[in-house]
């Protein structure tokens, strides 16, 4: 079974939670308050997507420095 990443499901809960909070948050959209709504909804969802970047890069480099590990493990025929 393939695992999920976090690079992918922290994001997608923090997305899940921003929806609930929206509509929970209609109440500014309906008083006028056009910016302030869509601006706190705007940030979030920056922060969100640099969160997914940078929970990426991570994985990454985990990723390559595993590899290098590897790849530099002495064998244990050699000794």
């Given at each position: 079974?393939?695992?999920?990443?976090?690079?992918?499901?922290?994001?997608?809960?923090?997305?899940?939670?921003?929806?609930?909070?929206?509509?929970?948050?209609?109440?500014?959209?309906?008083?006028?308050?056009?910016?302030?709504?869509f601006?706190?909804?705007?940030?979030?969802?920056?922060?969100?997507?640099?969160?997914?970047?940078?929970?990426?890069?991570?994985?990454?480099?985990q990723?390559?420095?595993?590899?290098e590990?590897?790849?530099?493990?002495?064998?244990?025929?050699?000794?």
């Open positions: 079974m393939k695992r999920i990443k976090k690079s992918t499901i922290i994001p997608l809960t923090l997305l899940a939670y921003l929806a609930i909070m929206s509509i929970l948050g209609l109440s500014y959209f309906h008083a006028g308050r056009y910016l302030y709504y601006g706190i909804i705007g940030i979030t969802l920056l922060i969100i997507i640099l969160l997914h970047f940078v929970l990426k890069k991570r994985e990454q480099l990723q390559k420095r595993e590899n590990q590897n790849s530099h493990k002495p064998d244990s025929e050699n000794y």
